[in-house]
């Protein structure tokens, strides 16, 4: 199980973990607290498990009423910062919701990308998530 051209690590199970990350469309930028979960296969619902260097969890979209969509973000283990989150949906319209309480945000379309900047950081810990609610 030791490959040491390969740094003595186990390359090819490394290798076959980024097309997992490359399906499921989630990339994270750290510096910028942004998050893209758009996942690159298609779906009517769709669950996923994300990680970054601060924490892991897993993301879902799911359809609401007619033309909705339901996408959330939850930590299992460490913390999520997020300044802007880029998702797939149609919609005119989002709500974004963690804990209780609602957060202002922009909202763009690019294509079949909805990007929302939030007026305030959210920082997700552990047993924490947020969703978003996408309205036609």
């Known amino acids: ?23 499921s469309g989630f990339q994270y930028d750290g510096a910028e607290a942004s998050v893209v979960a758009v996942p690159r296969v298609p779906y009517k619902k769709f669950n996923c498990f994300w990680a970054t260097a601060t924490g892991w969890g897993t993301f879902s979209y799911h359809p609401v009423g007619g033309s909705g969509t339901r996408f959330a973000i939850r930590v299992l283990t460490g913390t999520l910062s997020c300044r802007s989150c880029e998702i797939s949906g149609s919609g005119s319209s989002a709500t974004v919701r963690s804990n209780g309480n609602t957060y202002s945000h922009k909202m763009e379309r690019q294509g079949e990308h909805v990007i929302l900047k939030f007026n305030k950081e959210i920082l997700l810990s552990e047993g924490n998530q947020f969703q978003i609610e996408l309205k036609a």
């Open 1 to 23: 199980w030791d490959e040491a051209e390969c740094g003595h690590h186990y390359a090819r199970a490394m290798a076959s973990w980024t097309s997992f990350v490359a399906l």
